[in-house]
């Protein structure tokens, strides 16, 4: 019995390890991305600054900065295909404001995104307001902007638009770059919290980006709407890959 009992052990040991293996290969390959931002966050005030509460309070009915936190990091469209919303500056409080940038990001795994500025720094800087007007139809994505504001506040695509198979209605994530710092929306990515999200329960999202220390999050702050929060496809894969590993466990444990 106690010999038994010993090589069953060792048999489901080497089953753990082996799943463990397996799983840690397929992370370091595939790199899946993972929607497992962790919310809430430390939130300072603003000192001598706009505080990100106040642009909370006119565009998203007072949701609490501290407690209104969404741990939400890849979107969709509420409306289903096609796509149309408009990101709009609302905030920029930093001296790197001129190189600041808003985009979206595609993909299913992290070392194979699909990146487009849309909301330039190069003009936006104290100029509250710059939209950009995104419209995605299948794998297309077309990016347009008011008159005057293509090529310097807006990253217009053109007529003919962008065509990738990653583009996406259904799966994409937003970021903020300034300089050499990148705030993308899941912390993952980051290895870090630079971007925050808050939404009114329904379909309009807020964006708050750090750029530095401080942590008031109102670097830059962008309003996106027709929005919802959606799983992301490789956090459904890794659970998959987990529950195999899980049934082959009680496959052996019970023979």
């Excluded at 979107?75 to 905030?91: D, K, R, Y």
């Excluded at 600041?100 to 190069?122: A, P």
């Amino acid at each position: 019995m106690n010999q038994l009992y010993g090589r069953t052990s060792v048999n489901l040991m080497k089953t753990v390890v082996a799943a463990a293996v397996a799983l840690g290969a397929a992370s370091v390959m595939a790199a899946p991305i993972l929607d497992n931002n962790m919310r809430p966050k430390p939130i300072n005030n603003a000192s001598g600054e706009t505080d990100i509460q106040t642009i909370l309070n006119s565009n998203l009915g007072g949701v609490n900065k501290a407690t209104g936190q969404s741990a939400a990091g890849i979107w969709g469209s509420a409306t289903g295909s096609p796509l149309s919303t408009i990101p709009t500056l609302l905030l920029e409080q930093t001296s790197g404001a001129s190189t600041q940038m808003f985009g979206i990001w595609f993909g299913t795994d992290t070392t194979n995104l699909l990146e487009y500025d849309l909301i330039l720094g190069s003009s936006t800087s104290g100029n509250p307001g710059a939209a950009a007007s995104l419209f995605i139809s299948g794998n297309t994505m077309f990016v347009g902007g008011f008159t005057g504001f293509c090529g310097t506040a807006i990253n217009c695509t053109g007529v003919s638009g962008i065509t990738d198979a990653r583009i996406s209605t259904g799966n994409f994530g937003f970021y903020f770059r300034s300089g050499n710092t990148t705030g993308y929306s899941l912390d993952m990515i980051n290895g870090e919290t630079r971007f925050m999200s808050y939404t009114d329960g329904a379909t309009n999202w807020i964006f708050g980006f750090e750029d530095g220390g401080d942590n008031d999050f109102n670097d830059m702050v962008v309003k996106v709407e027709s929005l919802n929060r959606v799983s992301a496809p490789g956090t459904i894969a890794l659970m998959g890959l987990g529950l195999l590993g899980i049934g082959a466990l009680r496959r052996r444990s019970a023979t």
